[in-house]
């Protein structure tokens, strides 16, 4: 079968870093990508990787291990609006995503 | 640029009623796909439509039939609602797939939050 781990929630304080972690096992991969979705909202894209390392945009960058199947998103400089929820997916053989159950990331002041 | 825009926003449905999600881009995208989100749960792909002309089933196509209807409308159907089809579905587009640097971002619209009783 095809799945994603990635932890339920993850708290963290204003102005520090946090790393949300995502395991994959999926029968074709061709990527890793980021979504984060506001509470009501709907998803909107943060960062791919295809190669392994690290790709930095802004306060938030993605790092991906193909060797491990593992891959993560790190946010530095938490601000109260990074509050929500983030989603990894890995882009299948299909173009088509596979998400993971999401991260719900909790800030406090 | 309106993105992508559904319609409706909410719904109630009783069971066994039928209706249809309507989905629209302007982004001339030729991939366009139909998710449904459960509480605290990720996004699951009902179907899709790679191109114009061109659907496909996804994870959870049961209980659903689809339209592709030119190439800026997709259409997701429920012929007789059931209370396990309660969820929030958003419709989603990309351009071509490209390259493995390609990152093939999708693009989502607003959401339609559906109840069956």
């Known amino acids: 079968g095809q799945s994603l781990e990635q932890p339920s929630e993850v708290t963290a304080v204003e102005g520090a870093i946090v790393q949300i972690n995502c395991t994959y096992q999926?029968?074709?991969?061709?990527?890793l990508s980021w979504y984060q979705q506001h509470d009501g909202g709907a998803p909107t894209f943060l960062s791919y990787?295809?190669l392994d390392g690290l790709e930095e945009t802004g306060r938030f960058s993605s790092f991906l291990s193909r060797s491990d199947s593992y891959g993560y998103l790190l946010l530095q400089e938490l601000q109260m609006k990074d509050s929500a929820s983030y989603f990894c997916?890995?882009?299948?053989?299909?173009?088509?995503?596979?998400w993971g159950a999401g991260t719900k990331l909790i800030i406090k002041p | 640029n309106a993105g992508v825009t559904q319609t409706p926003k909410f719904q109630v449905l009783k069971t066994g009623q039928s209706m249809t999600l309507q989905c629209a881009q302007d982004?001339?995208?030729?991939?366009m796909y139909w998710y449904r989100q459960d509480p605290g749960m990720g996004l699951r792909l009902i179907y899709y439509?790679?191109?114009?002309?061109?659907?496909d089933k996804g994870e959870v196509p049961n209980g659903y039939n689809v339209s592709r209807l030119n190439k800026r409308e997709f259409s997701l159907r429920l012929e007789s609602a059931a209370p396990s089809q309660t969820s929030v579905y958003f419709c989603?587009?990309?351009?071509?797939?490209?390259?493995?640097?390609?990152?093939?971002?999708?693009?989502f619209g607003p959401g339609t939050r559906l109840t069956v009783l």
């Open positions: 989603a587009s990309s351009g071509l797939p490209g390259g493995l640097n390609s990152r093939n971002e999708q693009f």
């Open positions: 982004m001339n995208h030729n991939s």
């Open positions: 439509s790679a191109s114009e002309g061109t659907t």
């Open positions: 999926t029968s074709g991969f061709y990527g």
């Open positions: 990787n295809a």
């Open positions: 997916a890995v882009r299948d053989s299909n173009y088509q995503l596979i």
